[in-house]
């Protein structure tokens, strides 16, 4: 299982997305001390929630977020 978190986080950073420590401005509506995100201007920060800044999901578990965003984003295994 180790494996394939590790490598299923490679291939989300790949594919550009942020994957780890929390942007605190980001979700701002949920808690949580990790993401995976798409990346965002910085001038649309604060955001609430993922409806502005694109795809964001926050939590305290990095890997059931990493296994969620390598779902939603369909990355080959």
Not at 15 to 41: C, K, Q, S
Not at 46 to 57: F, H, K, N, Q
């Amino acid at each position: 299982m180790e494996y394939g978190y590790n490598r299923m986080k490679v291939q989300l950073r790949a594919i550009g997305l942020i994957v780890g420590r929390r942007d605190p401005r980001r979700n701002t509506a949920f808690r949580g001390r990790y993401m995976v995100a798409e990346p965002i201007d910085p001038e649309l920060l604060p955001t609430e929630s993922a409806r502005v800044g694109g795809y964001c999901i926050v939590g305290d578990n990095l890997a059931a977020l990493v296994n969620e965003a390598h779902g939603w984003f369909q990355v080959e295994s």
